[in-house]
Structures are given as structure tokens and as C-alpha cells.
């Protein structure tokens, strides 16, 4: 049984940062790319950014680039979302998710974490 467990998610003030764990069992992890979404109050799921199975060639929305960094440690199935210069307009519940090599979408997805921005 696949899981995805987001962790780290919390309250913090306009400017600070935040690191979001993304915790994999059930599969062999360097095997999927992963990925960090978000989705705010009355908006659609944005991307955010993704990293390759072997821990090269991250890829960020323009909306985070700079501020945010994807990393992933393969030996603790575990996925890292380093958050700074928080915004307001960063609240939001934040998912990651794997993809498997080959695959046409996302396979795994877990249930979300709230981080919240306050101004």
C-alpha cells in the first residue's frame, strides 16, 4: 500500500519560512518523480514545483521560483519543500505527489498539509 505524508505545514507571519516533508513508503521511491502542489480557498490546484527520481533537474512555477527549493533524500523515501519570503497569498493546503516514470499523470497523491501566511 502506497503512502504520501505531508508534514511541517503550520502558521507563520508574512516573510518567514517554512519546510514541508513529503514522506513515502509502499514503493520504490527513486523510481518517481515527485511533486508539491497547492490549492487555496475558491482557486484550482497550481503546480509548484517537481523533482526527478535521481534528485536532478528540479522544475518550479513561476510563482515560486527563487523562494522555494525541492530537494529529496532517496535513503529516507522523503521529499522536501524549503519555503521562504512567505506571502499571504502562499496559504494554502499543499500536497505532494509521485510519478512514475512512463506514466501520464500523477499515480500517488497525499492527503495535504495547511500552511497558512499571515500579513
Known amino acids: 500500500q502506497v503512502q504520501l505524508v505531508e508534514s511541517g505545514g503550520g502558521l507563520v507571519q508574512s516573510g518567514g519560512s517554512l519546510r514541508l516533508s513529503c514522506a513515502a513508503s509502499g514503493l520504490t521511491f527513486s523510481d518517481y518523480t515527485v511533486g508539491w502542489f497547492r490549492r487555496a480557498p475558491g482557486k484550482e490546484r497550481e503546480f509548484l514545483a517537481r523533482i526527478s527520481g535521481s534528485g536532478g533537474t528540479p522544475a518550479y512555477a513561476d510563482s515560486v521560483k527563487g523562494r522555494f527549493t525541492i530537494s529529496r533524500d532517496n535513503a529516507k523515501n522523503t521529499v522536501y519543500l524549503q519555503m521562504n519570503s512567505l506571502k499571504p497569498e502562499d496559504t494554502a493546503v499543499y500536497y505532494c505527489?509521485?510519478?512514475?516514470?512512463?506514466?501520464?499523470?500523477?499515480?500517488?497523491w497525499g492527503q495535504g498539509t495547511q500552511v497558512t501566511v499571515s500579513s
Open positions: 505527489a509521485a510519478l512514475r516514470f512512463g506514466a501520464p499523470k500523477y499515480n500517488y
